[in-house]
């Protein structure tokens, strides 16, 4: 017979809360989470923030209930829903290709990272290795920063492993995309490419990042910011009319 595994207490709460969250449709109350845990309500607090740390758990503007998190549901995401989502997105691709006259991204958070699951290529050959499921870290690049501002939880833990000379420009970064909906990424993660990179959100969330990069002298800062608007109102087409 098996031996029965030890188990950790810490751990065996965070799940009951997260099922408990979910049971409810996603999204609970305090209370609620206390009382259908058995557990006290400081006690809920405490691991419910961890788990908000981590990007599990989140809290939305002007709501007390706690929302299960985009890392978790990224989790749900990689075993079942990255080819569905390229499918969905790949006419979007291919008219923001056709509009931009650019190479297109598609991109997704997995865990503190972005894996690449689709490319239009229109320049060739390109400086960029068009390799797919590719993963990348998020700082520095334009689709890291959409996930940094967009998915909650994710910018603020990349920002506490920041060295803190490094914290201030990063926030700095995040906050100016937050405003503007788009990141640019002037040459700074592949020498002679310019890029911006928007957010594509489905249910409200943020789930992928649609990046279009070019040759720098082809694509300035100006011409760039123009091409994301255009981009963001083809994204907002795709979502009120699914293909």
């Known amino acids: 017979m098996q031996k029965a595994p030890k188990l950790i ?11 408990l969250i979910a049971q ?15 557990l006290g309500k400081t006690t809920v607090h405490n691991i419910l923030q961890t788990l908000m740390h981590l990007g599990y758990v989140q809290r939305r503007a002007g709501d007390i209930r706690y929302y299960l998190g985009g890392r978790i549901l990224n989790l749900a995401r990689v075993l079942s829903d990255d080819q569905s989502l390229r499918v969905r997105l790949r ?5 923001i290709a056709r509009t931009t006259q650019a190479t297109v991204w598609l991109a997704v958070p997995s865990g503190d990272e972005a894996s690449y699951l689709d490319i239009i290529n229109l320049h060739t050959p390109h400086t960029i290795t068009p390799d797919l499921y590719r993963r990348e870290p998020l700082e520095g690049s334009a ?18 492993r920041c060295p803190p000379a490094q914290q201030a420009a990063q926030l700095a970064s995040i906050e100016a995309v937050r405003a503007q909906g788009y990141a640019l990424d002037l040459a700074a993660y592949h020498q002679g490419i310019h890029g911006v990179a928007i957010p ?13 990069t070019g040759p720098a002298p082809d694509y300035p800062a100006a011409r760039l910011v123009r091409l994301s608007w255009a981009m963001t109102r083809l994204a907002q087409k795709a979502e009120v009319q699914p293909r």
């Open 24 to 38: 409810a449709g996603g999204g609970a109350r305090l209370q609620h989470i206390a009382e259908a845990s058995g």
């Open 9 to 19: 207490q810490s751990v065996e709460r965070s799940a009951m809360i997260l099922e």
């Open 91 to 95: 006419p979007l691709l291919e008219d």
């Open 200 to 212: 594509w959100r489905e249910q409200g969330e943020v789930t992928a990042s649609i990046c279009i």
């Open 143 to 160: 689709v890291g920063l959409v996930f940094l501002a967009f998915v909650p939880g994710l910018g603020r833990r990349v920002l506490a």
